[in-house]
C-alpha cells in the first residue's frame, strides 16, 4: 500500500538534519520576508546547502513564498522565485494567486504547493487549483475526517493532497489573521506574527449610557487566553488518514527546538511504519496508538486535540489557561562525538538545561520508539577532561563531557532530560 509522505519543519539547516535523520521524508522551509514565519528562515546560502544535503540523501525541500503580497513586494518575489529554481527546490508553497502567476511564468516546471493559507475545504477549490497548475493541495485544517475522505475519493488521481497532522493551530481560520496587525502593527500574512492569540486578556463590558463605567467580566484574576487553541495531534488518526491515501502528512513548528521536532517526527515515523507493516500482514487491527501518544506528552503542549477531524463541531480546542502541560520532561542534550581518551562510552554533548550527577536522561533512537534511559554517574570537563558534579548552561554551543552506558550514538542523537 501506499506509504504517506512525512513532512516536518525546517527553521534552519541543523533542524533539518535532525528532522531527517528522525525519518521526515521531506522538509519545508522559507525565506527571510516571504513566508509566514519570517522568524524562522533560511537565507539563500543555508537553503542551497539545506537542498543539496537533502537532495543527497533521497529527501526533499519545499519552499514557502506563502505571503499575500502587496505591489511593493513582487521584485522581490521575482528574484526569489528565480534563486529557488537555479538552486532546485522541489516545489514551492504558495496561497497567493498574483505570486503564483510569477512562479508559473518565471519557474514553468517547478512545482506548485497550494499553502493551507488558500483555505481549501471543498473538492470545488481543489479542481480549480488543480486546472490552474497545482500539483499539490495543503487542505485547510477546518476539515472533518468525512470531507477529507470525499475530497480524496472524488479528486484527480495525479493531485497530490497534504494535511496538517500535528502541532501549533491559529485561532484563525487557517491562519488568515489580522489580530497580530491591529494590535502590535505585525502582518501575519507577511510573515511576522507576533502570535496575539496567545496574549492574556481581561473581558470588559460597559453600560451604554456611562461608558466610562467599565466591569470586569472574567473575575479570574489572570483573565483569559481567549484566542488561544490547543496544539493539534492526530496520532491516534493514523490508521484512518493512511487508508485514505492521503499522500503527504505535515507537522507545524519551524519555530520549535531540535527536541520538540526529534520527538514529534520519531513518533509519527515509527507510527506510520508500524501500521504499514501490520496492514501489509492483515493484523492492522493490532496497531494501538497509546504508546506513540504517550510520547508526544513528553514535550511542551498547549494541550492536545483532533481539532475538527473527528468532529466539525468540536468545541474543546480552547487553550482558556495559557499554560504549558507536559513539563517533566526538558531537552537536555545533543551528541556532538565519542571522546576514548577516558574510556569507553564517553560523549561529548552539547548541553541544553542544566545537567547534574544523578540526572535520569533518556535517549532519543531515530528508529525505536524504546527508550534507554540512564542516571548521569559522570561528568567531565570539556576542556581538561577534570570530573564535575554539575553543569549549567551558558553560552550557545556549550560542551561537557558525559558518560552514556551504551556503544551505538552518534552525531544529532537528541538526549531527554527528566525533571
Avoid at 150 to 175: Q, R, T, V, W
Avoid at 294 to 315: A, I, M, P, W
Avoid at 390 to 407: A, C, E, F
Wanted: aromatic letters at 10%; proline letters at 2%.
Amino acid at each position: 500500500m501506499k506509504k504517506p509522505e512525512l513532512l516536518a519543519p525546517a527553521g534552519s539547516i541543523e533542524k533539518a538534519k535532525i528532522a531527517f535523520m528522525y525519518g521526515a521524508d521531506a522538509v519545508y522551509a522559507g525565506t527571510a520576508k516571504l513566508s509566514l514565519r519570517s522568524r524562522a528562515e533560511l537565507n539563500i546560502d543555508t537553503l542551497s546547502e539545506t537542498i543539496e544535503y537533502a537532495h543527497s540523501i533521497g529527501k526533499k525541500v519545499y519552499v514557502a513564498l506563502n505571503i499575500y503580497a502587496h505591489d511593493e513586494n513582487y521584485e522581490d518575489i521575482e528574484s526569489e522565485v528565480k534563486r529557488l529554481k537555479d538552486i532546485g527546490a522541489d516545489a514551492i508553497i504558495a496561497s497567493d494567486v498574483g505570486v503564483i502567476e510569477k512562479i508559473k511564468e518565471i519557474a514553468p516546471d517547478m512545482q506548485i504547493h497550494i499553502s493551507t493559507q488558500a483555505n481549501t475545504v471543498s473538492l470545488h477549490s481543489a479542481n480549480f487549483w488543480y486546472k490552474y497548475g497545482a500539483k499539490r493541495i495543503i487542505l485547510a485544517r477546518e476539515l472533518s475526517k468525512e470531507k477529507i475522505e470525499y475530497i480524496m475519493k472524488n479528486k484527480p488521481k495525479d493531485l497530490e493532497i497534504e494535511m496538517f497532522i500535528h502541532g501549533a493551530i491559529c485561532f484563525a481560520y487557517s491562519g488568515r489573521c489580522y489580530l497580530s496587525k491591529y494590535l502590535a502593527n505585525r502582518c501575519a500574512n507577511l510573515g511576522d506574527c507576533a502570535q496575539s492569540c496567545r496574549w492574556q486578556y481581561n473581558i470588559t463590558a460597559s453600560e451604554v449610557n456611562n461608558p466610562d463605567s467599565v466591569i470586569n467580566v472574567d473575575f479570574d484574576e489572570k483573565g483569559t487566553y481567549l484566542f488561544s487553541s490547543k496544539d493539534m495531534c492526530l496520532i491516534n488518526q493514523i490508521p484512518a488518514i493512511i487508508d485514505m491515501g492521503v499522500d503527504s502528512l505535515k507537522i507545524e513548528g519551524r519555530l520549535k527546538t531540535d527536541y520538540y521536532l526529534a520527538t514529534v517526527v520519531r513518533v509519527y515515523r515509527q507510527a506510520i511504519d508500524e501500521y504499514i507493516t501490520l496492514k501489509e500482514k492483515g493484523k492492522e487491527n493490532e496497531f494501538s496508538a497509546k504508546k506513540y501518544y504517550d510520547e508526544l506528552l513528553k514535550v511542551k503542549t498547549r494541550g492536545l486535540s483532533e481539532f475538527y477531524f473527528s468532529n466539525d463541531k468540536n468545541q474543546d480546542i480552547h487553550d482558556l489557561d495559557g499554560k504549558n502541560d507536559n513539563l517533566e520532561y526538558e531537552y537536555g542534550a545533543k551528541v556532538v562525538r565519542k571522546y576514548e581518551k577516558l574510556g569507553n562510552n564517553i560523549y561529548i554533548v552539547e548541553i541544553k538545561n542544566k545537567l547534574s550527577i544523578g540526572d535520569k536522561l533518556q535517549v532519543l533512537y531515530p528508529d525505536n520508539i524504546n527508550l534507554n534511559e540512564f542516571t548521569i554517574e559522570k561528568l567531565y570537563d570539556e576542556k581538561n577532561d577534570e570530573p564535575i558534579d554539575t553543569i549549567n548552561p551558558g553560552i550557545k554551543g556549550q560542551l561537557v563531557k558525559i558518560y552514556i552506558p551504551y556503544d551505538n550514538l552518534y552525531k544529532g542523537i537528541i538526549i531527554r532530560r527528566k525533571k
